[in-house]
């Protein structure tokens, strides 16, 4: 990589905040704390087609290879006499669309496979840097009765975050190969098209501004030795097993400082969220716990700490009798 292409890299790359957070459901909640481990996704699993799947344009060697049989085929049947005016509007229509009708069946299939299999070595962990987006709220929090994990990205592994790019034009690699057997030099070696590739989503999601860090088979095969003595044995043995199986599911082992708060939805469910509170307790005595509270002036959430919330919110006749309770204390 010369000096230009480092610095395009650079500029790719921005380092994540203090803080980034993962919606979830109250069950997913406690099976995170309970486990000690957070699941990344196989990007076939993506709800969006697009991503982490590049389009695969036409190499230009192999469209003029294909134009010029075509021509040569034309001229072969116009000398033999052969070319009748529905072979030759066919030829017309043909030429007319290069290079979208170019790429025969078998190329374009081959495509298909090498996207896909550059996609299977992939396991992926998407998180926000936001807290408080009420649209996140609703589609990952399951209607705000769910709840929002709080990360510290300066802890291991969370520091190798990535910012997705935004953008209304999809990314793709341009194979400039002479022929189709040529598609075999696709691969994971030129860093910066694949970073591009892998973090690039279409505008329309750029509301839940995501980080992403992402798990490689092919290059993370160490990352077990490196956690050992760091997390929780068990979550460290399944982690392991499913790297051995190429699981369509990771659990990425947490550290215990890995979790630093966990907000609570304003609609959660007060049995979920006690045993969430239990298990955080158990698990990550350090994190915080907060209650989401609906602002009552703008369209906003805000959040207090879950004591004072229950201080601050409890019935009014319990209110009046700590009152008394306290006044005859102090005579």
């Known amino acids: 990589m010369n000096n230009e292409e480092f610095k395009d890299l650079e500029e790719l790359i921005e380092y994540p905040p203090k803080k980034l957070y ?22 076939a699993d993506f709800n969006d087609p697009y991503d982490s799947k590049p389009i ?20 072969q049947e116009r000398k033999l006499g052969l070319l009748d005016k529905n072979k030759q509007k066919a030829f017309i229509l043909l030429l007319r669309d290069f290079p979208d009708v170019t790429c025969d069946i078998s190329y374009k299939d081959e495509i298909e496979r090498t996207r896909d299999s550059v996609c299977e070595d992939f396991r992926v962990l998407c998180l926000t840097q936001e807290k408080d987006n009420i649209l996140m709220w609703s589609h990952y ?11 510290d990205t300066e802890a291991n592994l969370f520091n190798s975050c990535r910012k997705v790019i935004y953008s209304n034009e999809a990314p793709f690699i341009n194979g400039d190969f002479t022929l189709k057997q040529d598609i075999s030099k696709i ?10 590739i892998l973090y690039t989503k279409s505008d329309i999601w750029k509301y839940e501004k995501e980080w992403r860090y992402y798990f490689n088979f092919m290059t993370n095969t160490n990352l077990p030795k490196l956690l050992k003595g760091y997390v929780d044995d068990t979550a460290l043995k399944n982690f392991e097993t499913e790297i051995s199986n190429t699981a369509k599911n990771l659990h990425l082992p947490l550290f215990i400082n890995h979790i630093t708060a966990i907000y609570l939805g304003c609609n959660i469910d007060k ?25 009552k002036n703008y369209f906003k959430i805000n959040f207090i700490e879950y004591d ?15 009152i008394i309770s306290n006044m005859y204390i102090q005579s």
């Not at 695969?56 to 469209?63: A, E, G, S």
């Not at 030129?190 to 591009?196: A, C, V």
């Not at 298990?279 to 989401?292: D, E, S, T």
């Not at 601050?312 to 209110?319: G, T």
């Open 22 to 43: 993962k919606y979830t459901s109250a069950d997913t909640c406690c099976k995170i704390l309970e486990s000690m481990a957070i699941r990344m996704t196989a990007p």
């Open 56 to 75: 695969f344009r036409c190499p230009d060697k192999y469209i003029e290879y294909n134009r010029k049989s075509v021509l040569d085929m034309l001229k």
């Open 141 to 151: 929090a399951q209607n705000h009765s769910g709840t929002v994990i709080e990360f």
């Open 187 to 196: 691969n994971t070696n030129d860093y910066q098209e694949i970073l591009k």
């Open 271 to 295: 049995q979920n969220e006690n045993k969430i509170i239990t298990l955080c307790k158990q698990n990550y005595p350090k994190a915080k716990i907060y209650k989401a509270v609906l602002d």
């Open 308 to 322: 004072d919330f229950y201080k601050d919110n409890r019935d009014p006749l319990q209110k009046l009798a700590t």
